[in-house]
């Protein structure tokens, strides 16, 4: 595997590959890498001949007083199980590469019909630094096919929404949630929860999957489902519920309908630590 810190190794490498014919996979990602990265790197395989992930904690995203500074990094290891899964390039640029004028980045922004609800209500500004950073390293790596989990769906919906607005000829594939053998979904933050809260995080998936059945079952008050599962997470140990919603897949926006496809999202808090989860739902 190749690894790369600067950009003129990177571009040389990936116009041999261009100029070879080759189609190029690509996962962006913060590292400290598990099993649920190493299957969007399996999942991009699938899809391209080279495949290129980037490890890079990116300081745009993250607001005031959030994690950024202790967020985990660890990327030997993260090469390590790269090289292991086959993967052929890893990008690992540092702040100074990514953002020359970080006191004032040139930002891309998507519309904030899609950005300013859910996570980007809670956390506002972070859908601007990820479309920002994801932007720069499509330019870098101009790959053909780029995979992003469905654990983070509206990261995946504004990034598919950039992608179409901004005609880049990128393939954008979500890739399903990786979850432990209890049901959390597997992330970077779970190594924050003490053992107690990690006995009550799996809550968060039963409590989602209880409003899927309800939909399933024909029940259609959305917000009161919503306020019912908020209640039933806070009932299970979960110190603060930011938000359950059902949406529209597409828009983002509350749903008020079964005919389209839905979304169930939540996140609640074990401490200072988010947990975040969603299940996908259609009447059909
Ligand atoms: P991150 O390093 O947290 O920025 O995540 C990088 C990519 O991995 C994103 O596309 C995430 O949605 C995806 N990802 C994170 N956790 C999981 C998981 N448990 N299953 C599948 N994909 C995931």
Redesign the pocket.
């Given at each position: 595997m190749i690894v790369c810190h600067e950009l003129m190794r990177l571009r040389e490498t990936i116009t041999q590959w261009k100029q070879a014919g080759l189609r190029i996979g690509f996962?962006?990602?913060?590292?400290n890498l598990h099993a649920?990265?190493l299957?969007?790197i399996e999942q991009a395989q699938r899809r391209a001949d080279k495949v290129v992930s980037s490890v890079f904690v990116n300081p745009l995203q993250f607001g005031e007083g959030e994690d950024f500074e202790r967020y985990p990094r660890s990327l030997t290891t993260d090469a390590d199980q790269l090289r292991q899964q086959g993967c052929d390039l890893l990008f690992a640029p540092d702040v100074a590469l990514m953002y020359p004028e970080l006191s004032e980045p040139v930002r891309v922004m998507v519309p904030r019909s899609l950005t300013g609800c859910l996570e980007g209500a809670v956390r506002p500004g972070h859908f601007d630094g990820v479309t920002t950073v994801v932007a720069k390293l499509f330019n870098m790596v101009q790959p053909d096919v780029a995979v992003?989990?469905?654990?983070?769906y509206q990261?995946w919906r504004v990034l598919s929404a950039m992608v179409t607005e901004l005609n880049w000829p990128i393939e954008m594939v979500k890739?399903?949630?990786?979850?432990a053998e209890d049901g959390l979904?597997?992330?970077?933050r779970n190594q924050y929860l003490t053992p107690m809260q990690r006995q009550i995080a799996p809550h968060l998936v039963r409590v989602l999957q209880a409003v899927v059945s309800d939909l399933s079952a024909g029940k259609r008050d959305f917000r009161g489902l919503e306020r019912e599962a908020s209640a039933r997470l806070l009932a299970a140990g979960f110190d603060q519920v930011d938000y359950v919603s059902i949406v529209d897949a597409q828009q983002l926006t509350p749903a008020c309908c079964a005919d389209r496809d839905l979304v169930v999202l939540a996140v609640a808090r074990l401490g200072t630590t988010r947990l975040l989860d969603n299940i996908e739902w259609s009447a059909v």
């Open positions: 996962v962006p990602t913060m590292g649920g990265h299957s969007l992003f989990g469905q654990k983070d990261q890739a399903p949630i990786v979850r979904a597997l992330s970077s």
